[in-house]
C-alpha cells in the first residue's frame, strides 16, 4: 500500500515567518510530487510541482525534494493570513493517478 | 480562466436510491478524474478517464459506481445503490496530459445520504 504521510498540524505561525510543511512518502519509485492547498470546504489546487531532487522556487513558495530520503517539503517564506488553508502533498503513483496525504492545517496569525 | 463545472453543489438522497454527478472539465482537457473526500479525511483517487474508457480505477470504484461522457462536454459520475458510507465531498479534475498530477479540480459536489 502505498502511503503519504504529513504531520496533521495544526502548525501556527506569525505573519511574515517562513512556513515548512513536511511529507514523507513509501513508494521509493515515485518520479512526481505536488503540494495543493486546500481551504476549508473548498478543492483542492495545485501550488506547487516538483520532479527533480533540490529546490523549486515559485514566488514566495518553494519545494524541496529528497528522493534518497524519500521526502518532499514546501515552504512559505513572508507567510500571509490568506495562507492559512490546508497543504496536501501528493504523490503520482505512475499509473495516472494521485495518492495524497492527509494534509497540514497551517494557521497564519497576525 | 477555464475551470472545471460540477453539478450539483449538494445533493441530499435517501439510501439506496441513485445519484448522477455531473462535471464539465475544461475544454480542452483530455484527461479526466472522480476523487472523493469524506469529511475530515485524505482525498482518495476514484477513477481516470480517457478517451471515452476507464484507464485506472481504485479498489474503491466497484460495480456500484460508474462514468460516461455522454456528450463532448460532460463527464458523470454514477452511484447505484448509495449508502451511507457514501457521504462524501466528490471532486472532479481535468488534466492535459497523461501520468500528471497537475489536475485541475472542481468546487466539488457534497452528497449526503441519509
Known amino acids: 500500500q502505498k502511503e503519504v504521510e504529513q504531520n496533521s498540524g495544526p502548525l501556527s505561525v506569525p505573519e511574515g515567518a517562513i512556513a515548512s510543511l513536511n511529507c514523507t512518502y513509501s513508494?521509493?519509485?515515485?518520479?512526481?510530487f505536488f503540494w495543493y492547498r486546500q481551504y476549508s470546504g473548498k478543492s483542492p489546487e495545485l501550488i506547487m510541482s516538483?520532479?527533480?531532487?533540490g529546490d523549486k522556487e515559485d514566488g514566495r513558495f518553494t519545494a524541496q525534494l529528497n528522493k534518497a530520503s524519500q521526502y518532499v517539503s514546501l515552504l512559505i517564506r513572508d507567510s500571509q493570513p490568506s495562507d492559512s488553508a490546508t497543504y496536501l502533498c501528493?504523490?503520482?503513483?505512475?499509473?495516472?493517478?494521485?495518492?495524497f496525504g492527509a494534509g497540514t492545517r497551517l494557521a497564519v496569525h497576525p | 480562466e477555464p475551470e472545471v463545472t460540477q453539478t450539483p453543489s449538494h445533493q441530499v438522497t435517501q439510501m439506496g436510491q441513485e445519484v448522477i454527478l455531473r462535471c464539465v472539465p475544461i475544454s480542452n482537457h483530455l484527461y479526466f478524474y472522480w476523487y472523493r473526500q469524506i469529511l475530515g479525511q485524505k482525498v482518495e483517487f476514484l477513477v481516470s478517464f480517457y478517451n471515452n474508457e476507464i484507464s485506472e480505477k481504485s479498489e474503491i470504484f466497484d460495480d456500484q459506481f460508474s462514468v460516461e461522457r455522454p456528450d463532448g462536454s460532460n463527464f458523470t459520475l454514477k452511484i447505484r445503490s448509495t449508502k451511507l458510507e457514501d457521504s462524501a465531498m466528490y471532486f472532479c479534475?481535468?488534466?492535459?496530459?497523461?501520468?500528471?498530477?497537475?489536475?485541475?479540480f472542481g468546487e466539488g459536489s457534497r452528497l449526503t445520504v441519509l
Open positions: 501528493a504523490v503520482n503513483d505512475g499509473y495516472n493517478k494521485l495518492i
Open positions: 513508494d521509493r519509485v515515485s518520479q512526481s
Open positions: 479534475a481535468s488534466s492535459e496530459e497523461a501520468d500528471t498530477g497537475e489536475l485541475f
Open positions: 516538483i520532479y527533480s531532487n
